[in-house]
């Protein structure tokens, strides 16, 4: 409970900054995970299943997502385990363009943009919205949500 809790509270800053310190972003897968990772991690990586920090590197999945296993309880995970981001069929630098813009543009016009399918953005907007929503008293993401 404390621990969903503290991710909750962990995720809930990692949107609030991005959305908080980026103006304009630029679809860059790199440059997205770098930012991911020094808000997720800060700088020192745990095992998200048992909170350890004895971990090794597993090298890197599509290119820029880290792998890694736990030493003392043997699970595997990555930069997006038990995060909203995880399993996600949008590449990340996108992701976040949909974040960053999803209280200006519509479904449609994020569809667009980033070439994919209007479902598959209106899927993680809400999903993102609903997180959101969920975890902020006063919720201040309530715009941009058409679906057309
Ligand atoms: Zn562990």
Redesign the pocket.
Known sequence: MLQTFIYYTMLYNIMETIINNMDKFVIDEQSAMEIYRSVRWLNIV???????Y??YNRGYQDEYIRRCS??????N?NDFTKTLFANSKIPFGKLLYILVNMKFKSVLQLSKELNLHRNTVGRYHKKIRDFLLENNENPKFNGGCRNG
């Not at 745990?46 to 350890?52: A, D, E, I, L, T």
């Not at 736990?70 to 699970?75: D, I, N, P, Q, V």
């Open positions: 745990f095992c998200p299943y048992c909170g350890s004895e971990i736990c030493k003392s309880c043997g699970k995970f």
